[in-house]
């Protein structure tokens, strides 16, 4: 049985969502690490500006740029979205932490690092257990 695209763009909805509380603790994390060593980030504006430009943040990139690409696919109104569109999603979470893509290897390095905190160990779970449920 095939999903219809009401059934793709629910599931993929999930995953999206599930992705952004995972980025976000991510980003805490890196927020962080860089308070750490520079001090207090001062305000939100701030935060962005140095998400945006600052190095310490690079490694954060791979996954924003696949989640930036799942959005604009769930925001296309006109295209019918199918199971291939759940592979694709699945192959670019897969490239993105296998350990033998040396693109992603800062962002795995940074992730690894991350791994110690529990909220970055909970939203993980999360997205996987939703990524796990996608039937492809």
């Known amino acids: 049985m095939t999903a219809t695209d009401a059934q793709v763009r629910a599931r993929l909805t999930a995953l999206a969502q599930a992705l952004r509380h995972f980025h976000s603790a991510l980003l805490d994390f890196a927020k962080g690490e860089y308070e750490f060593l520079h001090g207090p980030v001062k305000g939100p504006f701030a935060l962005y ?23 604009e696919v769930l925001d296309t109104k006109d295209t019918v979205l199918t199971e291939r569109n759940v592979q694709d ?35 993980e779970a999360r997205w996987r257990e939703t990524l796990n449920s996608l039937e492809a």
């Open 49 to 71: 500006s140095l998400v945006m430009n600052d190095s310490s943040f690079q490694w954060l990139r791979p996954l924003s740029g696949l989640m930036a690409t799942l959005d």
């Open 89 to 123: 999603v699945r192959q670019a979470l897969g490239l993105l932490f296998a350990e033998t893509d040396t693109r992603f290897a800062d962002f795995r390095a940074g992730y690894a690092r991350a791994r110690g905190e529990a909220r970055v160990r909970e939203t």
